[in-house]
């Protein structure tokens, strides 16, 4: 009986174990969703390569992913997508706050300007947008095939993403028991509504016509989660805004201001501007909510547009995703 050298023993041990820790990345048909990488990140952090046919590139996904069958948080970030001043990993505590929870916590790097919708047309700048049929279709059969996840969904989203959030649920009927819309605008029929969208897309060089068509298209309206909130009964809801008066996190003390004079006014002023107009358009949709019958979770506070609000609102609208969650 031939015995294998010793390195060669070291290095089929240490390959068991690595295929031990990692989940295993299957071969699939390049035509069709595929994962292409994972790479670990330190304790129960992931990050994950998934090809979208329907985006045609690579989407990096990070993972908290803990060692056991467990339901999926799915976090979507703000209107620059991650890519600029960062994703909800490195805005908040979401890795330290999940670390001992029985959830896989999933963060899609990229979408900037995009609402995580599918755009009709591809645009000039932002490309090709074709979101909804990414997050609901193509990376959770994935992700819970790979990682041991229940089939039980929830997800969240911050100022852009607070909307798209809410219409995922409305698009994607039974996929998500949870949502979390924190300092959205989820109002998207009428001038208004179309012009606060179009600016918000502006900003990075897009045009929202590319998105849901011209200002008559009745693809406005399908993607109004006001005008659907009827299609959101049997969800868990919660729902927060500020109202864009100073409030806990808008002085010189705050860690997140640290003293920065400048820094503070303009939270104050853009910031305060900016939850003025959100209060109003949560206020649409907690009220319709309230008429059709559907609870929900309503947070209202003093407060402008900031991150630091939104982690708050991540701690505390745990507790309503955890018991649609099974957990």
């Known amino acids: 009986m031939h015995r294998l050298p010793r390195c060669f023993a070291v290095l089929l041990a240490a390959s068991a174990m690595i295929a031990a820790i990692v989940p295993a990345v299957a071969s699939a048909d390049p035509g069709g969703p595929a994962i292409v990488d994972v790479r670990p990140l330190g304790g129960r952090q992931y990050s994950v390569v998934v090809y979208s046919p329907a985006m045609n590139k690579e989407i990096t996904v990070w993972m ?23 994703p909800w990993t490195n805005r908040t505590d979401v890795a330290q706050f999940f670390a001992d929870k029985p959830v896989n916590v999933i963060v899609p790097m990229g979408g900037r300007a995009s609402y995580y919708t599918d755009w009709k047309s591809d645009d000039p700048v932002l490309g090709r947008n074709q979101w909804t049929t990414f997050l609901t279709r193509e990376l959770p059969p994935l992700l819970e095939s790979r990682f041991q996840m229940t089939g039980r969904n929830a997800v969240a989203g911050t100022s852009m993403s607070a909307t798209s959030s809410l219409d995922l649920a409305i698009e994607a009927p039974g996929l998500y028991q949870a949502v979390g819309a924190y300092s959205g605008c989820p109002v998207t029929a009428g001038a208004l509504p179309q012009a606060y969208v179009y600016s918000q897309l502006g900003v990075f060089g897009a045009n929202a016509g ?72 949560t206020r649409q949709l907690t009220d319709r909510l309230a008429a059709l019958g559907i609870p929900a979770t309503v947070a209202h506070h003093n407060g402008t547009h900031a991150w630091d609000y939104w982690q708050d609102d991540l701690h505390d609208s745990w507790a309503v995703f955890a018991p649609a969650l099974g957990v």
């Open 64 to 86: 908290s992913h803990p060692d056991s069958a467990a339901p999926a948080l799915y976090l979507l970030n703000a209107v620059d997508g991650g890519e600029d001043g960062g």
């Open 210 to 281: 590319n998105m849901w068509g011209g200002p008559t298209d009745p693809a406005w309206a399908a993607h109004d989660p006001v005008a659907n909130a009827d299609r959101l009964r049997g969800t868990a809801l919660y729902i927060s805004s500020g109202n864009g008066a100073p409030g806990a996190h808008d002085t010189l003390t705050d860690p997140s201001i640290n003293g920065d004079v400048g820094k503070l006014i303009n939270r104050v002023t853009v910031g305060g501007v900016m939850e003025t107009v959100v209060a109003a358009c």
